[in-house]
């Protein structure tokens, strides 16, 4: 047996030892490794899981999307299986073989056409499920010419009722709603008769505006009338209930307890009760005057009848729609104030359509800023407001123009600098004081940029102006009558040219009208027509006659 030595034995142990230590240490090392991997892990998988969540919501919000979207698109497929295709084979026998049929004439490329087709489609859903007779058809006009020529479609979008065979334009308005009221009227049913609260919350929510009669007994001259005005009207939804319980439902401030007849609007001027006798025409009446709202937005629906309103003299406000908003409610104060006298419109600035035509009657058709500016179409009128748009001043606005105290507005381009000038330019604001009240003869030349014979005209004036230079007592000058207005110029022909006597510059002289003036000869006829004019100028005639084959 081998036997180690003392000092054998000493670096035997001395390295078992050493060996355990290095063991321990490393087995140490690997396990703070091990946690430290353990906790990076946990972390990624974390931020994975995060990660999925995420995903998971956006998926989940994606698929909400896609599901709106297609609840909406079958609602509205299901709306459309219930209008009836029309063809050349099914369109006779849809049109006679039915008491009431509403046809819709389209076109696939018109944008009206294709604005009208989904509410066209709501309406028939609505009609529907109110068990209406009314049949809802639509005929592609573009590919059944033939069919659409028969039925009297000669536009895009055409909408024609067909009683029993024979035809009658619609003229209600272009909601769903709107012709679901015009719909309903004209096949029988023109008022609808509430007899629950429920049934009468039903109305709050269905119609922003409606007309609500209350009768002790739907019979009597008083119904009678209120009933003609309903067939008679063709935009609002009439009501009638003999239980002024569930009137005040309605219309909450009822006093009546005989008969009763009020305007219900969902706007801050809710409730109008009408104080007439009962008379068609009468409530008619009232109805025109009381059923737009305080401020009524201007849109490409409501402007037909926004535009045939009684109410002729009109305040409009061009704003964004974010300014109007801050701007609406004491804008709608003051309406309250001129209810039924001044009509107030507002139009979003940005609307090319709706917005442009009417700022360029003002001259302002490049406006970002709001604008406010009134029409008085009794009187084809306009007027501006020009100072800062506070309250006061809006109101001030207001009436002045109900009491005719303002001064119509007349557009003008910035006044120009004439400074040797040979064809002074006059504009809206210059033409009194450069036309009507100059001590000199004036020579007008009236043109406008579209007028295809200006522009020799123009040619020729500037010839006539280097010709007469230097005389004192005449003026040539010229007015784009395009850009600028004045009460004393109102001409339909362009381009024309006036001559403004010294003496006399009430009375213009027309020169020349539409006419061609092409040939020298018109030239020199000009020419000669101002020196007669300016005969008591020896020199004048003499240069004249000078000169006067340059012209």
């Not at 999307?65 to 849809?94: F, G, H, Y």
Request: proline share 5%; net charge negative; aromatic share 10%.
């Amino acid at each position: 047996m081998f036997t180690l030595k003392p000092y054998s034995r000493f670096i035997f142990f001395t390295l078992s030892l050493l060996l355990l230590l290095s063991f321990f240490a490393n087995t140490i090392i690997a396990s703070d490794v091990d946690t430290e991997n353990d906790e990076d892990d946990e972390k990624e998988l974390e931020e994975l899981l995060a990660l999925d969540e995420q995903e998971d919501l956006k998926q989940e919000n994606s698929q909400g999307d896609v599901d709106a979207k297609l609840s909406e698109a079958k609602v509205l497929s299901k709306a459309q299986r219930i209008v009836i295709e029309l063809n050349p084979e099914n369109v006779k026998k849809t049109i006679e073989g039915n008491e009431f049929v509403l046809v819709l004439g389209y076109a696939p490329w018109c944008p009206r056409s294709a604005e009208l087709m989904p509410r066209f489609a709501e309406a028939a859903t609505l009609l529907n499920e109110l068990e209406s007779p009314l049949l809802l058809a639509k005929l592609d006009a573009e590919r059944y010419p033939k069919a659409a020529s028969k039925l009297q479609i000669k536009g895009f979008p055409t909408l024609l009722l067909f009683v029993n065979g024979t035809s009658q334009p619609y003229t209600g308005g272009f909601s769903a709603v709107d012709i679901v009221i015009w719909a309903r009227k004209k096949t029988g049913a023109p008022v609808i008769r509430v007899n629950s609260v429920n049934e009468a919350e039903d109305i709050l929510k269905k119609y922003p505006t409606f007309v609500l009669g209350l009768f002790n007994k739907f019979e009597g001259h008083d119904y009678e009338e209120f009933v003609k005005a309903a067939v008679s009207d063709n935009e609002i939804q009439f009501v009638e209930s003999s239980n002024s319980e569930v009137a005040k439902v309605l219309y909450p401030d009822i006093k009546a307890t005989k008969h009763f007849l009020g305007i219900v609007k969902s706007e801050p001027e809710k409730y109008t009760k009408y104080e007439e006798s009962f008379e068609k025409d009468k409530i008619l009446q009232f109805l025109a005057y009381n059923k737009f709202p305080l401020v009524t937005k201007l849109t490409e629906i409501n402007s037909a009848s926004v535009y045939s309103s009684p109410i002729k003299t009109q305040v409009f406000v061009f704003a964004k729609d974010d300014d109007l908003k801050s701007f609406l409610e004491p804008l709608q104060d003051i309406a309250r104030k001129f209810k039924t006298k001044l009509m107030f419109i507002a139009i979003d600035i940005t609307d090319d359509n709706l917005a442009k035509p009417f700022l360029t009657l003002l001259g302002l058709e490049e406006s970002k800023n709001t604008v406010m500016a009134a029409f008085d179409n009794k009187i084809s009128s306009k007027f501006l407001l020009e100072s800062d748009l506070t309250p006061s001043n809006i109101e001030e606005f207001c009436s002045g123009l109900l009491h005719g105290t303002l001064s119509p507005y007349y557009k003008s381009q910035p006044i120009p600098d004439n400074t040797n000038a040979s064809v002074h330019v006059i504009v809206g604001k210059t033409f009194d004081d450069l036309v009507l009240n100059s001590p000199e003869n004036v020579l007008l030349e009236i043109h406008t940029p579209w007028c295809i014979k200006c522009e020799t005209t123009s040619k020729q004036i500037e010839k006539l102006a280097s010709h007469f230079k230097g005389l004192d007592n005449l003026v040539i000058a010229k007015i784009d009558a395009s850009m600028n207005e004045h009460p004393k110029l109102h001409l339909d022909d362009y381009p024309t040219i006036l001559f403004y006597p010294a003496g006399d510059k009430a009375n213009p002289v027309i020169i020349l009208r539409s006419i061609k003036v092409s040939t020298k000869s018109s030239s020199k006829d000009l020419a000669a027509f101002i020196n007669k004019q300016l005969k008591g100028k020896d020199q004048v005639r003499k240069d004249f006659e000078n000169h006067k084959d340059e012209l």
